[in-house]
């Protein structure tokens, strides 16, 4: 049964995050992703510093190797992402950054097939995250799906847009986003059955997620409220002072409230 609900979980944040991506790359929901920007950094705030890490001390972690392993891995994906292993890429026209129009389009022409690559890797590192918080808590698993499928509409948009300016047709754009998405589940399935042979590593995978969540939410999606609180295309700094941290409180409140809420607490 916990398979039944690691797989499930694990299509369910792929689909969601692609159908919306999609639907917002073609117009009517640019709005509200822009929106779910600031609601998404404060869920993975939230699902990482109030269920995660201490999660992963409820369940034996030692206090100084989860701190080393939340340290290694915020190292870690920082160096990722320098090697473009990772591509937390938000970046779509009319993103509110002072780019010329069509930059985004032409810087990404050439990365289509290597953003393909690069996605199958995330994907299938979403899958075994998800994996690890199903082997801890089935509630965790479900959280931190949910979690996963927020922060990846606005890079999904990205993906979608790479492509598409790389020369693929909407409908293979679409194809080929979700065939990618497919490694969350061959993630899944490995996370499930070798961390339920080595159900000691759970917890300091689960600083790993939690690593993951922090490094996107403060290198990624922060830095992207701030360009567009700075942009007349998203309300300028007058709306954004109030709006951008009233959204993420609400993640913030969303993931608290929705673990506490399913735990009977």
């Not at 990482?48 to 001390?57: C, I, Q, R």
């Not at 061959?186 to 000691?200: D, E, K, P, R, T």
Request: hydrophobic share 55%; with cysteine.
């Amino acid at each position: 049964m916990l398979l039944t609900y690691t797989l499930a979980a694990s299509i369910a944040a792929t689909l969601i995050s692609m159908l919306l991506a999609a639907a917002a790359s073609l117009g009517p929901l640019s709005h509200a992703v822009d929106r779910l920007v600031s609601f998404s950094a404060g869920m993975l705030l939230g699902t990482a510093l109030l269920h995660l890490l201490p999660e992963s001390v409820h369940m034996g972690g030692e206090i100084h190797g989860v701190s080393l392993a939340l340290l290694v891995g915020l190292v870690g994906f920082f160096v990722l992402e320098r090697l473009a292993i990772l591509r937390h890429d938000h970046h779509h026209e009319h993103d509110g950054h002072d780019h010329p129009h069509g930059h985004d389009a032409e810087s990404a022409g050439q990365g289509g097939w290597t953003l393909l690559v690069g996605s199958s890797i995330h994907a299938l590192a979403d899958g075994v995250l998800i994996a690890a918080a199903f082997h801890a808590d089935p509630v965790l698993g479900v959280l931190t799906a949910v979690a996963i499928a927020t922060h990846e509409v606005p890079q999904q948009i990205g993906n979608f847009l790479v492509l598409l300016n790389s020369g693929f047709a909407k409908s293979r754009a679409l194809f080929f986003n979700m065939l990618t998405g497919c490694g969350s589940l061959v993630g899944a399935l490995v996370g499930y059955f070798y961390l339920g042979q080595a159900s000691h590593w759970v917890p300091y995978v689960l600083v790993v997620a939690a690593a993951n969540f922090i490094y996107i939410a403060l290198s990624d999606l922060i830095p992207q409220l701030h360009a567009q609180a700075h942009s007349h295309h998203h309300g300028g700094p007058a709306k954004a002072a109030w709006l951008q941290p009233a959204l993420m409180l609400a993640g913030i409140g969303v993931a608290g409230f929705a673990a506490s809420v399913l735990h009977g607490h």
